[in-house]
């Protein structure tokens, strides 16, 4: 197997009193497309700025491309770009412009700066509005200027934090295929987003983070299979309290492989959705509960996603 391009161990993190980032590990193997889910808040762009060189990390250490983050971090720049969340470009210059400035601080020049800001712009499909300034531009294009810009170098590893926010679907789908390109041409991708179809579409392995720490990590198969091969049943049932004796008595029944209760909300995975309804709901009536909203369904990555870390919104 091949070198991984990105190996963290034990990373953490701490702001204040808060620990961002708590005993973080995983690897990224060279051409992946690795997606990297969580909440607001979960420590997704702490990650990230650790693995950028742009925090340090309190404790632990990444290699990304076998140099350290903590002791070289000047090596790990040269070999990365980075696509932050807001648009870093400047308003009032040109497309040109823009990146012409941005192939300058990694040491572009002449006429190889001249041609990797030309395959830039032809690649996001932008070429022929070189020369207008990125305040003429719609939000779609904006960030299709912003990932070109993180491209110029050809870095080995690119880190997207949320590409496709705001944008029109014709936006995405150029951004999506130029991605799958310059996976195909040897640059290994973190894609950070909250859109799980993008995800399930884009990458090959995908980790899950909730309160700094990754809660569930594999490829999407793999992932899918913790929500059992049959499917979710997910059901509310009242007057409130009621679920609390539920969900062990649930989780001991033959066919069912995992329960959680979410207040008065239940979430059951299963070998068989089908066989595993009748005897639920035999323990539900003799509870004394009453069933208030009920849904089976197939296992996606949205819905393990909020299997895993709840319906709240955490800010």
């Not at 060279?30 to 990297?36: E, L, S, V």
């Not at 412009?97 to 990797?116: E, H, I, P, T, V």
């Not at 719609?138 to 590893?157: D, E, Q, T, V």
């Not at 991605?179 to 090959?204: A, P, W």
Request: aromatic letters at 6%; a negative charge.
């Amino acid at each position: 197997m091949s070198e991984q391009i990105v190996k963290a161990e034990h990373l953490v993190k701490r702001i204040g009193g808060i620990t961002a980032v708590d005993g973080v590990s995983f690897s990224i193997e060279p051409g992946q497309i690795f997606g990297y889910l969580g909440p607001n808040g979960a420590g997704k762009t702490t990650t990230i700025s650790i693995l950028s060189t742009y925090l340090p990390a309190t404790s632990g250490d990444a290699l990304v491309g076998g140099f350290s983050v903590r002791r070289e971090p000047l090596k790990v720049k040269e070999i990365i770009g980075v696509v932050p969340q807001e648009i870093a470009l400047y308003p009032t210059l040109t497309a040109m412009q823009n990146l012409r400035f941005c192939g300058k601080m990694y040491n572009l020049q002449g006429s190889m700066l001249d041609g990797r800001c030309r395959e830039m712009l032809e690649l996001v499909k932008l070429w022929e509005r070189r020369d207008s300034r990125i305040e003429e531009f719609s939000g779609g294009m904006k960030r299709r200027i912003n990932l070109a810009a993180g491209m110029l170098h050809r870095p080995r590893f690119l880190l997207l934090d949320e590409p496709t926010v705001g944008i029109d679907p014709q936006s995405r789908e150029r951004i999506f295929d130029t991605i799958f390109k310059i996976r195909d041409d040897g640059t290994t991708v973190l894609y950070t987003s909250h859109y799980m179809e993008e995800v399930e579409l884009l990458c090959d392995h995908i980790a899950i983070m909730d309160r700094g720490k990754i809660i569930a990590a594999g490829t999407l198969k793999d992932l899918l299979k913790m929500l059992g091969e049959g499917g979710m049943i997910e059901l509310e049932v009242s007057p409130p309290g009621c679920a609390s004796g539920l969900e062990e008595a649930i989780s001991r029944l033959e066919d069912v492989t995992g329960a959680r209760r979410e207040e008065n909300r239940l979430f059951i995975s299963s070998v068989s959705s089908a066989r595993t309804l009748a005897p639920v709901m035999k323990l539900v009536e003799a509870g004394g509960c009453e069933v208030s909203s009920l849904e089976l369904y197939s296992p996606n990555l949205e819905k393990l996603f909020i299997h895993l870390t709840g319906k709240e919104l955490r800010e």
